[in-house]
């Protein structure tokens, strides 16, 4: 949708939490940019946590207090001086464990803002092991949900959380560009390689499947390929592991067979966007996943790949997919077709920037 700019040309000002070396403020935010100028906006990013932030909790160095003080306060002098002709779109929290008087000020000054979030974060406070927060955050991302104009859910289960408290909720999955993802070329061979994709914190995930890949790799040859991800040495399997970055994930991906998605099942879980599920269909590898939120959603059971409840049933879809190229390429093109309909950002930039264009700025 285009706007009207001979006269007129919109102030947007885009909050991610992070900058754009982290997954979610580069698909959140920063790809949708080119459309938005192409839409006549005129754009200013400010990420909570910038680059030297990033850099040091990537490298392992301790961030530090004040640090982390000083982003808070250019959050807090932006929220506050920003402009009445400005819209404003926030990603995940203003300021975590921070009262959100401040999206309230926004409300009150009439400044429409779009909230847009791809984790349960609410259950960060909801369910805080310390009773203090849940007493007095439990319902902040509830309430910065209730004075937004407009609410982008990555996930089902997120929609129906904002769905409570804002009528104006739309579901807008966390998407790839389709331009990035070559389609895998599946062919017979004697070792399959599992992919998996993610970070040192969520590979808790993964580990779950260890007693599936120690029996699999009696009766046939597995590769199990853990691209940004920590797990231990496992006898008699072998794992490949790669260091995530942007420049190499799509490669990594296109030296597996199959992608995998394995999850607990807690509410956490339910909000997550199946994200990793996306990439390997993009790159047209069949999938099999954990019958748990989202991943019910993008995969079709025995259509583009499998719903694994248990171990036998992971193992089962795992011997399926390893004896058969055929049906590895059939999943395969099935679920990059999906890809490409629902989960690119070339197919959902317009719902983003139609959304932005009709929050009223004065």
Not at 97 to 114: A, C, Q
Not at 322 to 329: G, I, M, P, V
Request: with cysteine; glycine share 6%; aromatic share 10%.
């Amino acid at each position: 949708m285009l706007l009207d700019t001979k006269n007129h040309k919109p102030r947007l000002l885009l909050l991610p939490k992070y900058g754009e070396e982290a997954a979610s403020g580069r698909l959140r935010c920063y790809q949708y940019v080119p459309y938005l100028k192409q839409a006549g906006f005129e754009i200013k990013i400010q990420p909570l946590f910038d680059h030297t932030y990033l850099s040091r909790l990537f490298s392992g160095q301790r961030v530090g207090f004040f640090l982390t003080l000083s982003l808070y306060l250019k959050r807090t002098i932006t929220l506050l001086t920003v402009s009445r002709n400005t819209r404003v779109v926030l990603h995940c929290d203003d300021l975590p464990f921070i009262p959100g008087v401040l999206m309230r000020y926004l409300k009150m000054r009439g400044v429409g803002y779009i909230y847009d979030y791809d984790d349960a974060i609410f259950h960060g406070y909801d369910m805080h092991r310390f009773s203090i927060v849940r007493h007095f955050y439990k319902n902040k991302i509830a309430n910065i949900i209730k004075n937004a104009a407009h609410v982008f859910a990555g996930s089902h289960y997120l929609a129906d959380y904002a769905q409570r408290y804002n009528r104006s909720v739309s579901i807008l999955p966390t998407v790839i560009d389709i331009d990035r993802y070559p389609c895998k070329e599946h062919t017979e061979k004697q070792e399959l390689a599992i992919a998996w994709i993610g970070s040192p914190s969520t590979s808790v995930y993964l580990k779950a499947l260890i007693p599936v890949f120690k029996t699999l790799a009696v009766d046939i040859a597995i590769r199990v390929i853990v691209i940004g991800g920590s797990i231990d040495d496992i006898n008699g399997v072998v794992i490949e592991k790669r260091p995530w970055s942007e420049e190499t994930e799509v490669s990594d991906l296109l030296d597996c067979d199959i992608g995998i998605m394995p999850l607990i099942d807690d509410p956490w879980s339910r909000g997550k966007c199946a994200y990793k599920l996306i990439q390997y269909m993009a790159c047209a590898l069949p999938v099999i996943a954990s019958p748990v939120g989202e991943n019910k959603v993008v995969v079709e059971d025995g259509v583009n790949g499998y719903l694994a409840q248990n171990d036998n049933a992971w193992r089962e879809a795992i011997l399926k997919l390893a004896s058969n190229a055929n049906l590895r390429r059939d999943m395969g093109k099935k679920g990059r077709e999906l890809i490409i309909s629902r989960y690119t950002v070339q197919s959902r930039y317009q719902d983003f920037v139609s959304s932005i264009s009709t929050v009223p700025d004065n």
